[in-house]
């Protein structure tokens, strides 16, 4: 079955510090990859997404994500964390051959502290 | 612009009431989707409209739910005799269109909340 899975429930980190938000995904084919934001009574927000070419992708707010299809892995990134980037963040997944949805991973709460 | 905008804001209605959740997209965008964010379900997409084609209603969980897109625009998510579990934020998104690469990145309005006593 086609999926996508964040296997980190919650990620803590100091201001400052690079963090990393895991994502990995399960397909037949070529997947569309992005990334969202939610904050507290807030919609999600898109961060960025991955189409073709370049494997590491730059998004809003200092955000980039690197897709490795060997491993099938999206990960997001940012080389300096700030409290501010505390929210729940979702990877998800759209496959060419199944029109607009896209399939959300479980969504992990990311705490950065000062 | 505008983004994509939903009413009400918070639905508390009783076990066995209808319901009807609006969403008005962004204009121009020929696409639009509900999703359900919920504890246990995490989010789920529930239903899509893409211009004149017949929507994508796979994610719909019971034929107790409905959806209809009116002129291309606004749209109705309608969930009828309502049960706890039905409980839950529905989400509204919207895109240029629904698998064109560049131009089919959703944007999501700010939700929802469901509460069926």
């Known amino acids: 079955a086609q999926s996508v899975a964040q296997p980190e429930d919650q990620v803590n980190v100091a201001e400052g510090n690079p963090l990393t938000v895991k994502c990995t995904y399960s397909?037949?084919?070529?997947?569309?990859l992005f990334w969202y934001v939610q904050y507290p009574n807030r919609g999600l927000q898109f961060l960025l997404k991955?189409?073709?070419?370049?494997?590491l992708v730059k998004g809003s707010y200092g955000f980039e994500a690197e897709f490795n299809k060997s491993q099938t892995s999206f990960h997001l990134k940012k080389p300096s964390a700030l409290v501010s980037d505390s929210a729940l963040y979702f990877c998800a997944v759209r496959f060419y051959n199944q029109g607009g949805k896209l399939i959300f991973g479980q969504g992990t709460e990311l705490s950065v502290k000062p | 612009g505008a983004g994509v905008s939903q009413s009400p804001s918070n639905k508390v209605t009783e076990k066995g009431k209808d319901v009807e959740l609006r969403c008005d997209p962004i204009s121009g965008h020929t696409a639009l989707y509900w999703y359900r964010q919920s504890l246990g379900q995490g989010l789920e997409f529930l239903i899509y409209f893409q211009g004149n084609s017949a929507p994508d209603k796979s994610g719909l969980p019971s034929d107790r739910f409905s959806a209809e897109r009116t002129g291309g625009s606004v749209s109705t998510l309608t969930i009828q005799r309502t049960q706890q579990e039905d409980s839950a934020v529905y989400l509204c998104?919207?895109?240029?269109?629904?698998?064109?690469?560049?131009?089919?990145?959703?944007?999501f309005g700010p939700g929802t909340r469901l509460t069926v006593l």
């Open positions: 991955y189409i073709t070419g370049d494997n």
């Open positions: 998104a919207s895109s240029l269109v629904a698998s064109g690469g560049r131009t089919d990145t959703q944007y």
């Open positions: 397909v037949s084919g070529n997947p569309y």
